[in-house]
Structures are given as structure tokens and as C-alpha cells.
């Protein structure tokens, strides 16, 4: 019982003594939470939907064996007298077309007839039964459309394209789910705060009230004082269940993000607001040109749209194909004779040919065309629009990060200046040189500024979480 109970105890410590860092507790999101495990298994079937664009390359096996009873008066061996024909045999194939363009085919065929009713002879053997056999070879090439795999060539880099914005669209799912749930890690630290600050507001405001209580008491204060500072303390106790309450919702939403079953506690969460981090720090990639992820995508979408319209104006081109083949022909008594001689060439068949064929230029055509060239000057022109609007984004997010560091500078200093003031007043008012009314709104001053203070520095906080939406491209 106390090796099990020491080992229940080994097995929930960690989760329970050790505080979740930012990077930790983004890690635990990255892998618990359902979102991410799906773009991760959507990116995953990016990357095969690419792969099986290939499935026209695989070679195929084919293979079928038949067995025919013709009673027909229209057989093919009637005007030789045969009211019945049977025959059975079989086809072995395997074909295949290759990323040059060529196909190829290889087939052998065996069978055996029955023709009981047949008096006919062919080449000394009679056509009441006997057996054939084959074996060829066919090769198809275009000399044009697809003249050394062009049409191959050019699916495979839209569809490594397409892959590319695919996973990149689910990249940026996933990374801004990962900016929600730093933000929502930021609120929870910034109502945990903020529930810190209004319990000492409130335990001074509990002082002063039973400082002014004796006063009143000794006939120094007037009640009207009193008053005031009860009034304060309720005030900063209806603060206290606002901001407790803020902080209930702040960590359901860090619940949310990490998963936790209803009865799983939330581990500690250990992160310091006042740490800055550089915008440029959170940006993919350490070199070239920084854009905004969904600029990035629009440029691949554009890229999928031109290729793809180059698919389609190959799609309508002339088409010239070289085609031929060859084949093995035995005819013997029966099928396995004639299986045996697959390989005599002494009754070849050989065929060549080349094929081609064109589509009229009609305005059908051009139109079917057209569409697919303007999608794709569509697409480019908006790609380009995004990439000035992200320009802008990344001066701008930058400037507001400047502009929110003066603010944090000049909040710390108020927010220290405006605690002096409130222990100053404090002094006083204990000295009995301070009218209650000033010590009130020192502190209340006091607690604002705090507040404000813890405030900006987790907007910037969050501010910096925005870099996760942009990635550094090499400029081509």
C-alpha cells in the first residue's frame, strides 16, 4: 500500500508542483488541444494529397479469364457450319504511363475453342478445336501535348503549390489559435494581478476606515468622514467580486485552451508581464522579406491559379501521339500449345501510327481559356494588394509597439509617483495633517495608476504575440 500510494504521489506531483511557463504552457496547448491536432493531421493529408496526384503514373495489373457457350445462329464460326461454339481462356496486362509521357503496355492472351459441328481445316488443323495465344507489346507517346512529361511537369508543381498554401492556410489557423491562447494567458495573469492590487486596496481602505472610526470616536473626525471611508470600502469590495470574477473567467479560458477534464486542476501559471520581447523575435524565419502569413498564401493562391491556367491552355492544344505495338500470334491444337509458343515471332502483328487531333478556335474555346487566365490575373492582383495592406500591418504594429513602450515608461512613472502620494497622505492623515477626502483619492489615484500600469504592459504582451502572424520570405 505505501509503494502505491508513493507512486500515485510521484505521479501527480509534477503536474501539480511545477508552474507552466509561457513556452511550456504553449507547448501543452500545441499538443492537447483538438484545433491544433487537426491542422496537424490536415497538413499531414496536404502533403499525401500531393503525392497521390502521381496515381496516374502507378502501374496497373490486370487479369481475366472467360468461358463462352454461343448457341447463336450469328457465331462467329456459323458460315462454317458450327450451331454450337464454346470457348474458355484468359488475359494477363500490366500497363503503365511513365512522367515522359509514355505509356506502356505489355499483354498475353491464351484460348481454346470447341466447335464440334466444324469439318474446316486452317493450316493443316482442324477449326473444330484448337487453341491461340498471344503475346504484345504497346507503346503510346505524345509529341506535343505532353512531349517529355510538360503536362506531368506542370501538375506536379501546382499541385506541390496548392500543397504548400493548403498547409500554410492550416499554419495560420493553428498560429492564431496560438495568439488567442497567449492572450488568454496574459489576461490570466493580468486578473490575477489585478485581483492582488484590489485586495490591498481594499485592506488599506479597511485601515483607514478603522483609523477614521477611532477618530470619530475621540471627537476628532466628523462622521461625515466615516461615511466616506465606508463608502470606499464597499466600493473596493464591489471591485474585489468584479475583478474575482474576471479572473474565474480568465482561467476557464486557460482551461479551455490546456483541455483540463472538469475535476483536473489548473497547474500554476508562472510569467512575468514587464518581460519584453522583440516583434521581430516572433516572426518565422530569420532572413528576407517580413509579410503578413495571409499575404504569403494569397501569393501561393495566385501561383496555383497561373499555373492552373496553364494546365488548361495545354489541355486545348493540338495533340500529336505516336503510337505502336507489337504481338506474338500461335495457333495450335489446343490452349497450352499454344501458350507454349507465346514467344515464336514467326506470325508477327506490328502496327505503327500517328495520331492527331484539334480542337477549332471558337469562342467556346477562347472562353473555357479565358476564364482561367482572368481567376488567375484575379488572383495576382489581389495577391499584390495584400502584400502593400501587410506592409503597412508590420510598420504599423511595430509603430503601436514603440508607442505602447512611452506609455508603459510614463505609466510606471505615474504609478509610482501616485503610490508616494498615497503613503505620503497616509503619513499625514495618521499625524492628523490630512483630511480624509485627500487620503480617499490618493488612494484611489493609487490604484488606478497600478492598475492601468499591469493593464498596458499585458496589451503588450499580446502585442508582441502578433509577430506569430507574420513569416520572413526571400525575395525573388
Same mark, same amino acid.
Given at each position: 500500500?505505501?509503494?502505491? %500510494?508513493?507512486?500515485?504521489?510521484?505521479?501527480?506531483?509534477?503536474?501539480?508542483?511545477?508552474?507552466?511557463?509561457?513556452?511550456?504552457?504553449?507547448?501543452?496547448?500545441?499538443?492537447?488541444?483538438?484545433?491544433?491536432?487537426?491542422?496537424?493531421?490536415?497538413?499531414?493529408?496536404?502533403?499525401?494529397?500531393?503525392?497521390?496526384?502521381?496515381?496516374?503514373?502507378?502501374?496497373?495489373?490486370?487479369? %481475366?479469364?472467360?468461358?463462352?457457350?454461343?448457341?447463336?445462329?450469328?457465331?462467329?464460326?456459323? &458460315?462454317?457450319?458450327?450451331?454450337?461454339?464454346?470457348?474458355?481462356?484468359?488475359?494477363?496486362?500490366?500497363?503503365?504511363?511513365?512522367?515522359?509521357?509514355?505509356?506502356?503496355?505489355?499483354?498475353?492472351?491464351?484460348?481454346?475453342? #470447341?466447335?464440334?459441328?466444324?469439318?474446316?481445316?486452317?493450316?493443316?488443323?482442324?477449326?473444330?478445336?484448337?487453341?491461340?495465344?498471344?503475346?504484345?507489346?504497346?507503346?503510346?507517346?505524345?509529341?506535343?501535348?505532353?512531349?517529355?512529361?510538360?503536362?506531368?511537369?506542370?501538375?506536379?508543381? &501546382?499541385? &506541390?503549390?496548392?500543397?504548400?498554401?493548403?498547409?500554410?492556410?492550416?499554419?495560420?489557423?493553428?498560429?492564431? /489559435?496560438?495568439?488567442?491562447?497567449?492572450?488568454?494567458?496574459?489576461?490570466?495573469?493580468?486578473?490575477?494581478?489585478?485581483?492582488?492590487?484590489?485586495?490591498?486596496?481594499?485592506?488599506?481602505?479597511?485601515?483607514?476606515?478603522?483609523?477614521?472610526?477611532?477618530?470619530?470616536?475621540?471627537?476628532?473626525?466628523?462622521?461625515?468622514?466615516?461615511?466616506?471611508?465606508?463608502?470606499?470600502?464597499?466600493?473596493?469590495?464591489?471591485?474585489?467580486?468584479?475583478?474575482?470574477?474576471?479572473?474565474?473567467?480568465?482561467?476557464?479560458?486557460?482551461?479551455?485552451?490546456?483541455?483540463?477534464?472538469?475535476?483536473?486542476?489548473?497547474?500554476?501559471?508562472?510569467?512575468?508581464? !514587464?518581460?519584453?520581447? @522583440?516583434?521581430?523575435?516572433?516572426?518565422?524565419?530569420?532572413?528576407?522579406?517580413?509579410?503578413?502569413?495571409?499575404?504569403? /498564401? %494569397?501569393?501561393?493562391?495566385?501561383?496555383?491559379?497561373?499555373?492552373?491556367?496553364?494546365?488548361?491552355? #495545354?489541355?486545348?492544344?493540338?495533340?500529336? @501521339?505516336?503510337?505502336?505495338?507489337?504481338?506474338?500470334? !500461335?495457333?495450335?491444337?489446343?490452349?497450352?500449345?499454344?501458350?507454349?509458343?507465346?514467344?515464336?515471332?514467326?506470325?508477327? &502483328?506490328?502496327?505503327?501510327?500517328?495520331?492527331? @487531333?484539334?480542337?477549332?478556335?471558337?469562342?467556346?474555346?477562347?472562353?473555357?481559356?479565358?476564364?482561367?487566365?482572368?481567376?488567375?490575373?484575379?488572383?495576382?492582383?489581389?495577391?499584390?494588394?495584400?502584400?502593400? #495592406?501587410?506592409?503597412?500591418?508590420?510598420?504599423?504594429?511595430?509603430?503601436?509597439?514603440?508607442?505602447?513602450?512611452?506609455?508603459?515608461?510614463?505609466?510606471?512613472?505615474?504609478?509610482?509617483?501616485?503610490?508616494?502620494?498615497?503613503?505620503?497622505?497616509?503619513?499625514?492623515?495618521?499625524?492628523?495633517?490630512?483630511?480624509?477626502?485627500?487620503?480617499?483619492?490618493?488612494?484611489?489615484?493609487?490604484?488606478?495608476?497600478?492598475?492601468?500600469?499591469?493593464?498596458?504592459?499585458?496589451?503588450?504582451?499580446?502585442?508582441?504575440?502578433?509577430?506569430?502572424?507574420?513569416?520572413?520570405?526571400?525575395?525573388?
Amino acid at each position: 500500500m505505501k509503494m502505491k %500510494s508513493l507512486l500515485a504521489l510521484m505521479l501527480v506531483a509534477p503536474s501539480c508542483a511545477f508552474a507552466l511557463n509561457l513556452q511550456e504552457y504553449l507547448s501543452t496547448v500545441r499538443s492537447k488541444h483538438k484545433s491544433m491536432q487537426a491542422f496537424e493531421v490536415q497538413k499531414e493529408a496536404a502533403d499525401l494529397r500531393k503525392e497521390a496526384g502521381d496515381i496516374d503514373l502507378v502501374p496497373i495489373l490486370a487479369a %481475366s479469364i472467360f468461358y463462352t457457350n454461343d448457341k447463336s445462329p450469328l457465331n462467329q464460326f456459323a &458460315t462454317m457450319g458450327a450451331s454450337q461454339s464454346k470457348s474458355y481462356g484468359g488475359m494477363l496486362g500490366l500497363q503503365s504511363k511513365f512522367s515522359t509521357g509514355t505509356s506502356v503496355a505489355v499483354q498475353a492472351e491464351a484460348a481454346d475453342f #470447341d466447335n464440334p459441328d466444324v469439318q474446316f481445316t486452317f493450316n493443316g488443323r482442324s477449326l473444330s478445336r484448337f487453341g491461340t495465344g498471344s503475346l504484345g507489346i504497346s507503346l503510346s507517346q505524345s509529341l506535343w501535348r505532353d512531349f517529355f512529361g510538360r503536362a506531368t511537369s506542370l501538375r506536379r508543381e &501546382t499541385d &506541390t503549390v496548392v500543397a504548400e498554401a493548403q498547409k500554410g492556410r492550416y499554419d495560420l489557423q493553428g498560429k492564431g /489559435l496560438l495568439v488567442n491562447a497567449e492572450a488568454a494567458y496574459w489576461d490570466y495573469l493580468y486578473a490575477l494581478q489585478n485581483v492582488s492590487i484590489s485586495r490591498d486596496s481594499l485592506e488599506r481602505a479597511k485601515r483607514i476606515e478603522a483609523w477614521t472610526r477611532r477618530r470619530v470616536a475621540d471627537g476628532i473626525s466628523e462622521q461625515a468622514d466615516l461615511l466616506q471611508t465606508q463608502a470606499l470600502v464597499s466600493t473596493r469590495t464591489l471591485q474585489l467580486i468584479a475583478v474575482e470574477d474576471d479572473l474565474a473567467t480568465a482561467r476557464q479560458a486557460l482551461r479551455d485552451y490546456l483541455e483540463l477534464a472538469p475535476g483536473e486542476a489548473l497547474p500554476p501559471i508562472d510569467g512575468d508581464l !514587464s518581460q519584453m520581447r @522583440t516583434i521581430a523575435s516572433m516572426v518565422d524565419g530569420t532572413k528576407g522579406k517580413v509579410v503578413k502569413l495571409d499575404a504569403y /498564401l %494569397s501569393y501561393l493562391d495566385a501561383r496555383a491559379q497561373q499555373l492552373s491556367a496553364e494546365q488548361v491552355e #495545354d489541355a486545348y492544344r493540338p495533340e500529336l @501521339t505516336l503510337v505502336g505495338s507489337y504481338k506474338t500470334n !500461335s495457333f495450335e491444337d489446343n490452349m497450352p500449345k499454344a501458350a507454349e509458343k507465346w514467344a515464336d515471332t514467326q506470325h508477327p &502483328t506490328a502496327k505503327i501510327s500517328l495520331n492527331f @487531333t484539334y480542337m477549332f478556335d471558337t469562342d467556346v474555346k477562347n472562353a473555357a481559356r479565358n476564364i482561367s487566365k482572368k481567376t488567375a490575373l484575379a488572383a495576382k492582383l489581389q495577391s499584390e494588394r495584400l502584400f502593400i #495592406d501587410s506592409d503597412s500591418a508590420w510598420v504599423e504594429l511595430n509603430r503601436k509597439y514603440s508607442e505602447m513602450t512611452r506609455r508603459i515608461q510614463a505609466a510606471e512613472q505615474t504609478a509610482r509617483l501616485q503610490d508616494d502620494r498615497a503613503k505620503a497622505e497616509g503619513v499625514l492623515f495618521n499625524k492628523g495633517r490630512s483630511i480624509t477626502n485627500n487620503v480617499v483619492n490618493a488612494e484611489e489615484d493609487a490604484g488606478i495608476s497600478k492598475l492601468n500600469l499591469v493593464r498596458l504592459k499585458s496589451e503588450q504582451r499580446k502585442m508582441e504575440a502578433q509577430g506569430r502572424l507574420f513569416i520572413a520570405i526571400e525575395e525573388k
